[in-house]
């Protein structure tokens, strides 16, 4: 079955995307960030080994014009942020990961060895430099256990070890170590 790579995007609008970025920069400036971050990462992840999928919130945003219109779009629904993702991964038909669309350095190749550790795990995640990640997959998204994802601190160090804790007896792999865009000190430097 084909694997499934889920974006997870806001429609990039002021004051409602990079709202930590925001305040060190400016509403605007992060927005902008966003919105040209984003379709960036969406045109260089496109790859003909796995299907691209965006999840999008809000979920009226579905028939936004932000995005490439060729890609199949899903809502994200309600809950935080946890409950999206169990829900965007479940969504898939087979193997998928998923990320978020701010993190400037990944690659094709990133998300190729993120679809190649699934062959021996069950599960496998990326980490980010903050104890957050910036992504997340399933062997067999519907498999996961039905805690997954819950009770964790989001936006803080201790993200990444809540949600390894939420998958006991799951064979679990990690991936390279990437750094995602949360304040202005995270901005790529050109």
């Known amino acids: ?20 970025l925001g305040k060190d920069i400016g509403v ?7 919105r040209h971050q984003s379709a960036r990462l969406i045109r260089r992840l496109r790859d003909p080994r796995w299907q691209t999928v965006l999840a999008v919130a809000p979920d009226t945003a579905v028939f936004s014009k932000a995005w490439p219109a060729d890609l199949p779009r899903l809502p994200q629904g309600d809950g935080d942020l946890g409950a999206r993702m169990k829900r965007m991964l ?8 998923l990320i978020g669309a701010d993190i400037p350095g990944i690659t094709r190749a990133h998300v190729a060895r993120a679809f190649s550790a699934l062959g021996r795990h069950d599960a496998v995640f990326g980490p980010a430099a903050d104890g957050g990640y910036w992504l997340a997959g399933a062997k067999h998204p519907a498999r996961l256990p039905r805690g997954t994802f819950e009770n964790v601190r989001w936006s803080t160090e201790h993200a990444l070890a809540d949600t390894l804790r939420t998958l006991p007896g799951c064979r679990i792999a990690l991936t390279d170590t990437l750094r995602d865009v949360d304040t202005a000190a995270d901005l790529p430097r050109r």
């Open 1 to 20: 079955m084909k694997r499934t790579l889920i974006i997870m995007v806001k429609e990039p609008r002021p004051g409602r995307v990079k709202t930590r």
């Open 28 to 34: 605007i400036p992060a927005t902008w960030w966003f």
């Open 90 to 97: 479940r969504a898939a038909p087979g193997s998928a990961c």
